[in-house]
Nanobody
């Protein structure tokens, strides 16, 4: 079992930045691929970014490519999402997820709200 807790969300003006964190506890964090997703109420969950357990490979959705950066610190059992040049359409609840490989996520956090004002 892996428990994931997101933090770092909040209200920011368009063009601003936020850094989300996802702290993991339970089974060995370094064994898991990690992903970030977001969801707006009434809409489907959207993939944002993922990172392999080594941290050597990352993937981004086109909507965030060049603005968001995913990273991980296996010593701190934490994955990060640095979000720059935020837009109002980035407003959503952001979730982190863990799985044995990217795209196969078994564990989810409770989410953190990000609101970008225009």
């Amino acid at each position: 079992q892996v428990k994931l807790v997101e933090s770092g969300g909040g209200l920011v003006q368009a063009g601003g930045s936020l850094r989300l964190s996802c702290a993991a506890s339970g089974r060995t964090f370094r064994n898991y691929a990690m992903g970030w997703f977001r969801q707006v109420p009434g809409k489907e969950r959207e993939f944002i970014a993922d990172i392999t357990w080594t941290g050597f490979s990352t993937t981004y959705a086109d909507s965030v490519k060049g603005r968001f950066t995913i990273s991980r610190d296996n010593e701190k059992n934490t994955v990060y999402l640095q979000m720059n040049s935020l837009k109002p359409e980035d407003t959503a609840i952001y979730y982190c997820a863990a799985g044995v490989r990217v795209g196969m996520y078994d564990y989810w956090g409770q989410g953190t709200q990000v609101t970008v004002s225009s």
